[in-house]
């Protein structure tokens, strides 16, 4: 690791303050990603701003809407009461992901600005990657893509964002606040990543010392049900291949307001909402969703190594409505 | 005979539960000097200059060795070197993770963050990596064992095949994986040189770094007191630990090297992958009439290591024609070694697909198919078995597991969601036996204490030994202490290739003998009892009396074939919309000799099953050949089983007593485990879906988009 | 660079410890390297095999995973604290009596994830216990004696 300079901080102005004239500070929160890419190379900050005092840590409920402080830990959010009663599908997502040593470490918010797990871009020596150094070249593409997003990608990158739990939060329509220097803004989480187009080093909107200090979820319709479904080479303990987040109302035998995301499939959760509204209505036994079905990721380009990403997105939704809609 | 644990078995449970075991990378040394290697970025070339002023910009560097800087070291001949050619010592690459610069330094912290700041030039030379685009280049070595073997006539064999298979199979680039990452501490007191090692084999340690060093074995003390997992790495010597001595002695100062993740995958060995051909023929009565066995893998540009992926096919039908043939590919990559289970553990999964695939096109059960082509007697050597109990294997394995109830057809099992799919294979793995000698000593208050330079490594050596020493003299098992893991204590082989019950154990064994022997001497009365020996030795006026003993495989033994065999039986689900393969159920019945430990046999047999699960579904080192290295040098790209992917297991031995393969009664049980798993399980998923997959691992693609 | 060593109290087994650390410095080479607490293991060092899983105020984590300087101040129960006295904690008699181990090396960690898991309330069944514990590998492969294990210090009387 390289050295740094380390400096605890209380308040959120302050944090902000000195990673303003920290241009390769970072801010450090639960730190199971970034010191792994630390440790690694990825990441050489010369400067850690620990935030972990910062007041973000709240998880708190009312008639409009969830609001969770981006420092709960990802065991804090599942385990809560209100959460395991309201939002089941967030409890799913985050208990199928990492390990329960992880979750009781890693932040809500370091969770969605987790680096992809693309192995080259992860790589403890340098090989060319265009997320890690913008310009190298991509050695995912023509190496081993099995891991790799088939949709949302771009010629200079591949790579599939991570997070379970982020899946589940876009299917639900939630949002991030954010907080930079004399500027407060809310962004919609499904708006907060951006595809690998011209800087691929760059994972989302996140303007340079913006802190994400809360994320928000808007109630749900009591009849609302949902389930996260994720597929992955062993039991546990391990990145989606391909995940997928449905959420749906029950209305008498028929699903509205369908929302599903997929994650391990595209470089941000990626919302399927051509397949969404050819699902509004149909009946909840899914009798005659399958042409539905057979459009998911349609405009996909996958590569030879991950082309039964496809197929099996299709299946894993097929899953998710399922066992969301009580007819597995 | 079913076998359930005890509580305070394992008679170093004690330390290990309380984190008091003592591991090499735990032991602390008065101003240690910690190591780190910066490798090698290319596959194939020469290191043009080495730049490591930023890397001496660190503070706490102590020194930086290069190729031009590094004392002279002769090459590496001894036998128990896993690469010959030490790092460093040569401007020339040959493989991506060679070492080019030591970094030594006061601090952890510093040294891997100076190892990291290394910048090499080189001139890059063309590399291959990827053994079956030089397929062609194929070369016979001489190795332990032969190449080729070749018994009848295969042709006129296949001739008369009323029934033929001929497929070819894959298995994959795997690693160990031992969660102790291999460490070494090194101390240099100006005569001796003392060396805490995380190794499988003390006495290979001492022989190889006297020969490097220059130093009468004598002034070399290998400590291995606990090693956290070998499974083969830490079988041989590698680089990281003659430079740990090198490097102790040139400083004055102890020297702890402690590999990385990382570099476990490129700095002690790996399973090569194997492209295997099988050709079986039979009669439309299901007998074998012609084996063929073809086994490839990669191997060093430098080093030879011949995965002998055909051994198990010489040995396990009854069959009047089987050739067997094995070559290796030069590749640009470290040195493959010995890795749980070798050889076999590969091998099987060729062999015992085709049988599953023979059994299918003569509308045959596949059990019946083996029952039915079992081997009396060896059938390549002829040589009578030193013991088999297979066909009890079978008989218990099948009624265990419910066989009979096994429907035939593939699709035929179907259960809710899931295709259910129940497959089979053998298991088989030849017995390695080493000498090895030990000393028992036993004190007034009655005790003994058993002395041998043997290591324990998790299988239980500190546990079995008593209980060998406990039937010849007659006393509880408690009252006798093993020490081991240090070469000044009886030389005693590696702990590899499952030999350690039957070469150590018979030396402890002859030892205890000894030790009764001169105390029925000593007795003032003939009838000796085991409660009167302190008495005896107060008698004598001792404190205490030892004895020694050594024991070696007699000549008239190689007479026999030895192996130990198995039978497994898998039960899998595959969830016909997702397609993810899990197994669900388990049985094995062994035939290994006499079983000495139950409790500890049965868990070397868990475990091996569960390495099975991985080598089936998913272990597998991927190389960017691109780029000459591997993809994800880690355990989340390089995924091992955890618990949640481990189904209930059940584990028979049969009863029996091997009197040839050693005076215990005993074979090898340690790596028998994992063997004839992945191609049961391979056998179950074409049962479950219809679709036959001929490589390992196997995962959710091979199984999209059929059936 | 400024660096320089930052000194930290961190409560090790219920006693205060005073060390000086590089900011570099993991909390579990600070338990290993500056206290000599080297009950937990580096197995990865990335957090992907759980051998330095300690408690931090109670709650399983990988050591390996945080910086010693984060934790000022904070709570971390080691192997080494876990039994009181010549007592040994429930969930380490259980590991003794179902042989839930082999070479010992990740047992450190398997122990103190699984008091986690229990204190969790995740070890209610034996399905739960092999999901509540998969962010341990046994390379040697004791899953199914260490499943055994925690369940029986779980369902025990007087269990943790």
């Known amino acids: ?328 | 005979m079913t076998i359930r644990p005890q509580s305070g078995h394992r008679v170093d449970g004690l330390v290990k539960v309380t984190g008091r075991a003592r591991y090499a990378g735990d032991v602390a040394a008065e101003g240690v000097v910690f190591g780190c290697f910066a490798t090698s970025d290319i596959p194939a070339g020469k290191v043009t200059s080495v730049d490591t002023t930023d890397a001496e910009a660190e503070p706490g560097v102590v020194r930086i060795w290069t190729h031009e800087n590094v004392p002279r070291l002769p090459k590496l001949t001894h036998a128990a070197a896993g690469e010959s050619l030490l790092p460093l010592q040569t401007d020339r690459v040959t493989f991506e993770g060679q070492g080019i610069a030591l970094v030594l330094a006061e601090t952890l912290e510093a040294a891997e963050e100076a190892a990291r700041r290394v910048r090499a030039t080189y001139e890059v030379e063309p590399a291959q990596t990827d053994f079956r685009m030089a397929l062609d280049q194929r070369v016979v070595i001489d190795d332990w064992a032969p190449l080729s073997t070749s018994v009848g006539d295969f042709a006129a064999g296949l001739g008369r095949a009323q029934v033929k298979v001929d497929q070819s199979y894959r298995t994959a680039d795997r690693h160990h994986h031992a969660i102790e990452p291999a460490a070494v501490l090194a101390i240099w007191d100006g005569r001796e040189m003392l060396v805490h090692d995380s190794t499988q084999w003390g006495y290979g340690v001492r022989a190889a770094l006297a020969q490097v060093l220059g130093l009468p074995p004598t002034q070399i003390r290998v400590v291995s007191e606990y090693v956290g997992g070998g499974f083969g790495a830490k079988g041989s010597v590698w680089p990281y630990e003659v430079y740990a001595a090198v490097a102790a002695r040139e400083l004055g100062r102890p020297v702890k090297i402690v590999l990385s993740r990382s570099q476990s995958f490129t700095a002690h060995g790996y399973q090569p992958a194997t492209d295997q051909r099988v050709i079986l023929g039979a009669t439309e009565d299901g007998c074998l009439t012609a084996v063929r066995h073809e086994s490839i893998n990669p191997t060093a540009i430098l080093d030879d290591h011949i995965e002998h992926g055909t051994l198990g096919t010489r040995s396990m039908y009854q069959c009047p024609a089987i050739e067997t043939q094995e070559h290796v590919v030069r590749v640009h990559r470290g040195s493959p070694t010995f890795m749980r289970t070798p050889h076999e553990g590969p091998g099987m999964v060729g062999l015992e697909i085709a049988m599953d695939e023979l059994a299918y096109a003569l509308h045959l059960d596949p059990l019946e198919l083996r029952r039915r082509n079992y081997a009396e007697h060896d059938p390549t050597n002829g040589k009578p078995f030193s013991s088999n109990a297979l066909r009890e294997c079978y008989d218990i394995g099948a009624e265990r597991f419910g066989w009979a109830r096994r429907t035939h057809p593939p699709k035929s099992m179907r259960d809710g969601n899931d295709w259910v799919g129940w497959g089979m294979g053998n298991a088989l793995m030849g017995t390695f036996r080493f000498g090895a000698s030990a000393r028992t000593t036993l004190t007034r208050d009655g005790r003994v204490r058993i002395e041998t330079g043997s290591q324990e490594i998790g299988t239980g050596t500190r546990t079995t030994l008593p209980l060998v020493a406990a039937e010849i003299l007659g006393i509880p098992a408690d009252r006798i202490t093993v020490s081991l893991g240090d070469t000044n204590l009886p030389e005693a082989g590696g702990t590899f290739g499952s030999s350690t019950t039957i070469g150590v154990g018979s030396a402890v064994r002859e030892a205890a003998t000894q030790l009764r022997h001169r105390l029925n001497q000593l007795a003032a009365e003939p009838g000796l009892q085991p409660h009167e020996y302190g008495e005896v030795l107060a008698l004598r006026g001792l404190d205490q009396l030892a004895a020694e003993g050594g024991w070696a495989p007699s000549k008239e033994s190689g007479n026999f074939a030895m192996f130990a065999f198995g039978a497994v039986f898998a039960e899998v689900r595959v969830d016909a919309l997702l397609r993810v393969p899990r197994v669900t159920r388990l049985v094995g019945a062994y035939s290994v000799g006499r079983v000495i430990d139950p409790i500890g046999a049965r868990a070397q047999i868990t475990g091996g099953m569960i390495w099975g699960i991985g080598q089936a579904l998913m272990e597998s080192s991927t190389m960017d050949h691109a780029l000459g290295r591997y993809v994800s040098k880690n355990l989340t790209g390089g995924l091992v089983p955890v618990s949640a992917d481990v189904p209930d297991l059940e584990v028979h031995f049969a009863d029996e007593f091997d009197p040839h393969a050693s005076p215990l009664g005993a074979r090898g049980v340690g790596e028998i485990g994992p063997v004839g798993v992945a191609p049961a399980i391979a056998n179950a998923v074409f049962h479950a879906t219809g679709i036959r997959i001929r490589e390992v691992p196997i995962r959710v693609e091979h199984l999209m988009g059929e059936g | ?160």
Not at chain 1, 176 to 200: I, M, N, W
Not at chain 3, 14 to 27: F, K, M, Q, S
Not at chain 3, 115 to 130: D, K, S
């Open chain 1, 1 to 328: 690791m390289r050295p740094f300079h380390y400096e605890r901080v209380s308040e959120p102005v302050k944090a902000i303050a000195i990673r303003a004239v920290a241009p390769n500070g970072r801010y450090l929160a639960g730190g199971t990603d970034l010191l792994t890419l630390m440790k690694d190379g990825v990441e050489c900050p010369d400067h850690l701003i620990d935030i972990n005092d910062l007041p973000f840590r709240h998880i708190e409920l009312d008639s409009d809407e969830l609001r969770i402080g981006a420092l709960a830990r990802l065991s804090d959010v599942a385990d809560a009461e209100l959460v395991r009663r309201e939002y089941p599908l967030l409890t799913q997502s985050i208990e199928a992901a990492a390990s329960a040593q992880v979750r009781n470490a890693a932040s809500i918010g370091g969770n969605l600005l987790q680096r992809t797990r693309c192995p080259y871009f992860r790589s403890e020596t340098v090989v060319p990657c265009n997320k890690r150094t913008p310009g190298s070249g991509c050695s995912a593409i023509r190496g081993d893509q099995r891991t790799l997003a088939v949709v949302g990608t771009s010629a200079v990158c591949s790579a599939a964002h991570p997070s379970d739990l982020a899946v589940a939060l876009v299917a639900l329509d939630a949002h991030v606040r954010l907080e930079g220097a004399g500027s407060t803004r809310t962004v919609a989480l499904r708006q907060f990543y951006q595809t690998p187009d011209t800087a691929p080093d760059q994972d989302t909107i996140l303007r340079p010392g913006e802190l994400i200090v809360e994320i928000v979820v808007p109630r749900l319709d009591p009849r609302t049900v949902g389930h996260y479904a994720k597929v992955r080479d062993r039991a546990s303990f391990s990145f989606a291949l391909v995940s997928a987040a449905v959420v749906l109302r029950r209305d008498g035998d028929q699903m509205r307001n369908v929302r599903i995301a997929l994650g391990g499939v595209a470089p941000m959760p990626w919302r399927l909402p051509a397949v969404e509204r050819a699902l509004e209505g149909t009946g909840l036994d899914l009798r005659g969703v399958a042409g539905a079905l057979e459009t998911i990721l349609a405009d996909a380009r996958p590569l030879p190594g991950n082309q039964f990403k496809v197929s099996l997105a299709r299946a894993v939704v097929h899953r998710a409505l399922q066992l969301a809609a009580g007819a597995a």
């Open chain 3, 1 to 160: 660079m400024p660096t320089g060593r930052i000194t930290i109290t961190l409560e090790v087994n219920g006693t205060p410890r005073v060390i000086a650390v590089d900011p570099r410095t993991t909390l579990l080479d600070a338990l290993r390297e500056c206290l000599g607490l080297t009950g937990t293991k580096k197995g990865c060092d990335h957090g992907e095999c759980g051998a330095c899983t300690v408690l931090l105020d109670g709650r399983r984590i990988n050591a390996c995973l945080t910086l010693a300087v984060m934790q000022e101040g904070h709570r971390v129960t080691t192997i080494e604290g876990l039994a009181s006295g010549a007592a040994l904690h429930p969930v380490q008699t259980a590991f003794l009596a179902q042989d839930a181990f082999q070479c010992g090396f990740c047992t450190p960690g398997q122990i103190l994830s699984a008091v986690g898991c229990i204190a969790e309330g995740r070890a209610t069944t034996r399905e739960t216990i092999r999901e509540g514990m998969s962010g341990n590998l046994c390379r040697c492969s004791a899953y199914p004696e260490i499943v055994e294990a925690v369940f029986l210090a779980a369902t025990q009387p007087g269990s943790p």
